[in-house]
């Protein structure tokens, strides 16, 4: 498994800061309950504390990290019912993108969904979890991106990594592969143009992750 947070090799603007931090926190690198320093991450990533500190507050509205005044920030514990809800706002969202993203998608936006679908299938097949999920979410991005709807996308991308917390954690081959199956099913739809059918797959494949928070 790669490192996320390591040093990087040019100056990084605070959006980036936080995209690092928050992938080691969904990851695992940085566990529930571990408190995080902003000299230290500012150190492993070879930054200055300031996009750090920027980066951790915007982390802490998002719920991935808690700080407690004058003392410490600890990343959170997984709450399932935080989860849950987080889940059904993602799902809405992704119907609504579905939706509006069917209509526009091209025959490369489909290959791309294929292709993401294939490294997906390769990924649970070797118990590979980080990568099974960057696939998964570069096939559900065609259809954000599709959609043109700035405000999906960034609901989507605030809530997400609620979800890839619990779901990596409790990360299943079986499971996974029957959303190979339904990732099929939805690029099906997506070449019929047939928009009601993409929109129910879509549902079915987000309500159950909602199922998994219980």
């Keep these: 498994m790669s490192v996320v947070l390591e040093p990087v090799r040019r100056p990084l603007l605070r959006e980036t800061a936080h995209r690092l931090i928050r992938e080691a926190i969904v990851r695992g690198e940085l566990p529930p309950g571990s408190v995080v320093r902003d000299a230290e991450l500012a150190e492993r990533l070879g930054l200055s504390r300031a996009p750090v500190r920027d980066a951790l507050a915007r982390l802490a509205d998002e719920g991935l990290v808690r700080a407690k005044p004058q003392s410490h920030t600890r990343v959170t514990p997984i709450d399932a019912g935080e989860v849950r809800d987080a889940a059904a706002v993602v799902r809405a969202m992704h119907e609504l993108a579905a939706r509006t993203g069917v209509p526009q998608l091209t025959a490369e936006h489909l290959a791309t969904m294929t292709e993401a679908n294939q490294r997906f299938d390769a990924a649970v ?6 990568e099974a999920m960057r696939a998964d979410d570069e096939l559900h991005d065609v259809l954000i991106t599709a959609c043109g709807n700035r405000a999906v996308a ?4 605030r809530y997400t990594p609620l979800i890839r917390r619990l779901e990596r ?3 299943s081959v079986p499971a996974a592969r029957e959303s190979v199956a339904r990732h099929e099913r939805l690029i099906e739809a997506c070449r019929g143009a047939d928009v009601e059918a993409a929109v129910r797959v ?10 998994l928070a219980d």
């Excluded at 097949?125 to 980080?130: S, T």
């Excluded at 879509?202 to 199922?211: C, N």
Aim: charged share 40%.
């Design 125 to 130: 097949r070797a118990g590979d979890a980080d």
């Design 169 to 171: 954690l409790r990360f």
């Design 202 to 211: 879509t549902a079915e494949i987000w309500h159950e992750l909602e199922e």
């Design 154 to 157: 960034a609901t989507i991308d």
